[in-house]
């Protein structure tokens, strides 16, 4: 698999599972491009979740990770942009058919609803899942446009 650059977000509750998932992003053999936040104090995910965003659909990251105690506001979040397909996982199968079906960019973390385990396995399988093309690249394509314009295959 080739050296990827991953972004990783988070807001205040996604902290110390940040911490985790950046060795399980490195111990794979990726870079890191921490966009914060460093500390405990309370920050808005949406900020964090945008710039993870923009990391991603700008090339100078690969793939994202974005952690909150959901994984749901600042999945919203970073999918305000057109060119971002953020996907909260819980399990191995979601991050495997997000990455397989959906061609998910950014993988969303709830701090407060995994351990640590579950973490890292998703965080694994994020990385290291392919996109299955084919009858999902049509799908895939319409999540990028705009209401009411229809994208051809």
């Known amino acids: 698999m080739p050296k990827l650059t991953v972004a990783i977000a988070n807001d205040h509750a996604g902290l110390l599972l940040k911490g985790l998932v950046r060795e399980e992003v490195e111990a794979l053999g990726h870079v890191v491009l ?42 919203m979040a970073a999918n305000r942009n057109p060119k971002v397909r953020a996907a909260p996982c819980h399990d191995t199968v979601s991050a495997r058919l997000t990455r397989q079906h959906n061609d998910a960019n950014v993988l969303a973390l709830g701090a407060r609803l995994i351990g640590p385990e579950v973490a890292r396995d998703c965080v694994r399988t994020f990385l290291t899942t392919e996109f299955e093309g084919g009858r999902h690249a049509a799908r895939v394509n319409k999540l990028g446009q705009p209401a009411g314009l229809e994208v051809k295959a």
């Open 34 to 75: 921490d966009l914060g936040t460093t500390g405990p104090e309370s920050v808005d995910y949406p900020d964090f979740g945008r710039e993870c965003a923009e990391a991603v659909a700008s090339g100078r990251a690969a793939r994202g990770i974005v952690i909150c105690g959901t994984g749901l506001g600042i999945s």
